[in-house]
Nanobody, 124 residues
């Protein structure tokens, strides 16, 4: 089944940028939904961005205009470009995927079958 491995987290100054990556193995289906979530200490998990196999995207209001989710089919890798980062966005960022789901069923906060281990993003 699908395995997800995140990378690209680290320390960045406020207003800076980071690009997260999520390498997906065994995700070869033509139809899929992939998403980024984040969870800060003491807070609930928050859906950040999602993308389906047709390239349709969904973003949390708090990141619209600053974050961009994309997927490279050839590399089977999910990306999250994060610009103008804010200190309150310090969190563990997780990659999630669900095969055979797309379109109206692919959105932030949706239930996902597979999850990565997370990568830490610290903005300070």
């Amino acid at each position: 089944h699908v395995q997800l491995v995140e990378s690209g987290g680290g320390l960045v100054q406020p207003g800076g940028s980071l690009r997260l990556s999520c390498a997906a193995s065994e995700l070869t289906e033509n139809t899929f939904c992939m998403s980024w979530f984040r969870q800060a200490p003491g807070k609930e998990r928050e859906g950040v961005a999602s993308i389906d196999s047709d390239g349709n995207t969904d973003y949390a209001d708090s990141v619209k205009g600053r974050f961009t989710i994309s997927h490279d089919n050839a590399k089977n890798t999910l990306y999250l470009q994060m610009n103008s980062l804010k200190p309150e966005e310090t969190a563990m960022y997780y990659c999630a995927a669900d095969p055979w789901r797309s379109g109206a069923f692919c959105y932030i906060g949706a239930d996902f079958r597979y999850w990565g281990q997370g990568t830490q993003v610290t903005v300070s």
